[in-house]
Each structure stands twice: as structure tokens, then as C-alpha cells.
């Protein structure tokens, strides 16, 4: 296994490394001085990459968790030019800040890049590398690609692959949760980002693999149908 291989473990990343591994390199190498390189020495296609990806979060077109350059200011100690300046109560010291996004610290969940990048026309890459073989079902630029079916089994495979989801519910709760928790995905939600409860509904009831309610009695896998004996 490589290097490489291992930022499969992530399941977020910052904007910096998304950059890098949609252009094939690895982060651990280079993320701490690619920004000082010129244009010139930079891995081809970083710099169209990280503004893609720049752009669409701050187009809001690119859910990301924002984080911005902040410093304590020592005793009498002012700003500096494009800092602005405020006082943190907590610690009693005056901070300074930008209001520019530190690229290196902002993240992105790697779910919500790749269907930014399925959206953009990538279906190969480092982000695909395990999806080579999905059924077009699952596929959002298939054109007969339909949300609820796709939002159903995925909600089914992710439950039953993960016995932990299961504790202390029924399948059909567990798979309300799961669809709750990742609507935006499949246009379960409105505009505010609140999730769509009667659409939710009806999909956790196609995917329950036991409509006769009750608390699972195999935690990660559908339970076994009996088998009747030859007579």
C-alpha cells in the first residue's frame, strides 16, 4: 500500500490537501510549501483545483467548515495591516484576526467533495478510486438517476454495514437518523437545510427489512427468512 492510499482513512480534509489529492499528489509531501511555490513549480493542475474549490465555497456551492487566521496580541501590541482586532473576554488579551479563510485549517467532508466533483464531471481520481464499480442506480449523473432509490440503498447498506447504528433502535429508526443526518445528499432537504420529513418517511419504510417493527435481532445484517422443511 502506498502513501497515498492511507488519506482514504479521512473523512474530512482541508481545502489545501483536497486540492493536492484531486491532482494526484500527496499532501504529506508538499501541503506545508506549495503555497510559496510559483505557479511554474506547482503540481499541474493545483492552482485551477484550489480556486475551483475556493471559488465554490465561497459561492456557497461548497459546504465547508471555515476557519480564520487568529493571534493573541502581546502587552501593547497592535494589529497589523488587513487584521482587524477584538478582546476575548476568557483569556482577558486583545486578538487579532482576518477575515481571509486559512485554507490549510478550513475543511471540507469528503462526501460532500465528491459530489461537488461528480457535479463538476469527475468520476475518476483518487476521490474514485472505490467507486469504479458502483451500479448506475447510484450514479448522479446517470440520466435516469433517481435520488430516492439511491437515497434508500445507500441508507440500507450504510446501516447494515455498521452494527453500531443499529444499537438501541429499530431498523426503521435507524435509518430515519441516517437519512436525516445526510439529506442534503439526496435532496431530502428544503432550502433552510431542514430535512424532509414525510420524504424521509417513506424512504426509511422501502429500506426496513423489518416492517413488524421491534428491535433488530441480528445487529448489522437483515435477519435470515426461516426455512421451511421439504414435506
Known amino acids: 500500500m502506498e502513501s497515498l492510499d492511507y488519506w482514504r482513512l479521512c473523512d474530512e480534509i482541508s481545502v489545501i490537501d483536497a486540492a493536492l489529492l484531486i491532482v494526484g499528489e500527496d499532501p504529506s509531501a508538499s501541503r506545508d510549501y506549495v503555497e510559496g511555490w510559483p505557479t511554474e513549480n506547482q503540481p499541474k493542475g493545483y492552482s485551477a483545483a484550489r480556486a475551483a474549490l475556493v471559488n465554490a465555497i ?12 487568529a493571534r493573541r496580541l502581546q502587552f501593547e501590541e497592535y494589529s497589523k495591516v488587513g487584521e482587524q482586532q477584538t478582546y476575548d473576554e476568557n483569556t482577558e488579551q486583545d486578538i487579532a484576526f482576518t477575515d481571509s479563510p486559512d485554507w490549510k485549517q478550513s475543511t471540507i467532508k469528503v462526501e460532500k467533495l465528491k459530489l461537488w466533483l461528480m457535479s463538476r464531471g469527475f468520476k475518476t481520481g483518487f476521490f474514485f478510486a472505490d467507486k469504479l464499480d458502483a451500479p448506475d442506480y447510484l450514479d448522479q449523473l446517470h440520466p435516469c438517476y433517481a435520488p430516492k432509490l439511491a437515497a434508500a440503498i445507500s441508507a440500507w447498506e450504510a446501516i447494515t454495514a455498521d452494527e453500531k447504528l443499529l444499537e438501541g433502535k429499530t431498523p426503521k429508526q435507524a435509518l430515519e437518523k441516517w437519512l436525516r443526518e445526510n439529506a442534503s445528499q439526496f435532496g431530502l432537504s428544503d432550502e433552510d437545510g431542514n430535512p424532509n420529513k414525510d420524504g424521509i418517511e417513506q424512504i426509511s ?22 426455512k421451511t422443511p421439504f414435506k
Open 205 to 226: 419504510k422501502v429500506a426496513n427489512w423489518k416492517p413488524e417493527g421491534g428491535a433488530a435481532k441480528t445487529k448489522g445484517n437483515p435477519p435470515t427468512p426461516k
Open 58 to 69: 465561497l459561492g456557497k456551492r461548497l459546504e465547508a467548515t471555515l476557519r480564520y487566521p
